[in-house]
């Protein structure tokens, strides 16, 4: 089967991390593809129509060149709702959300479910309508559903999920810190 060498993807910004001078690796979970890392060339230069799309948290519809080994980004457009964090420990909170889904999550394993779900809690982080601590243990106990960790239906106590997931994983995870201290 082959796959076509262009595609068009939606997908929420996980992490970014500088290459050279102008480029940055893009790692992006997608409704249709999954966890993916691409190439962003010239992101960083200051002309770049694409840098303010591309931002952690942003979800955006990108545009993907199939390479040997890496995959390069050429277009990226906004989805219309951008967002404005309102405090530090919303946006820890959003780091958290998102370090699970690279940490537990394979590359390019579709997975439309948990897809919505990382939308529903970054957009319910934002409003902060309600209880952080809820929101989140809720997100990684249905993402552990989702992924076969947990069995359906059994949730684990908000203080060991971190603990749960870190045995899983076998490191620890960055943003606990950065949670702990702003929470």
Excluded at 23 to 40: C, Q, W, Y
Excluded at 74 to 90: F, P
Aim: glycine residues 8%; aromatic residues 6%.
């Amino acid at each position: 089967m082959r796959f076509p060498l262009i595609v068009t993807l939606e997908g929420i910004v996980l992490k970014r991390r500088n290459i050279g001078e102008s480029d940055r690796l893009i790692t992006l979970f997608t409704k249709e593809k999954g966890k993916v890392r691409v190439l962003a060339r010239g992101i960083r230069k200051i002309g770049s129509r694409r840098a303010g799309h591309l931002e952690v948290f942003s979800r955006a519809a990108v545009t993907i060149h199939k390479g040997r080994e890496l995959d390069t980004l050429s277009e990226a457009s906004g989805l219309g709702d951008q967002q404005t964090w309102e405090s530090l420990s919303q946006i820890a909170g959003a780091y958290y959300v998102c370090e699970l889904i690279d940490v537990l999550l394979p590359i390019e394993q579709e997975h439309a479910d948990v897809y919505a779900l990382l939308l529903q809690t970054l957009r319910a982080l934002q409003r902060g309508k309600e209880k952080q601590e809820e929101t989140l243990a809720r997100f990684a106990n249905s993402l552990l559903w989702s992924l076969g960790f947990l069995p359906r239906g059994r949730t684990l106590p908000v203080g060991s999920v971190v603990d749960y997931i870190e045995s899983l994983i076998e490191k620890r995870l960055r943003s606990k810190q950065l949670l702990t201290t702003l929470g």
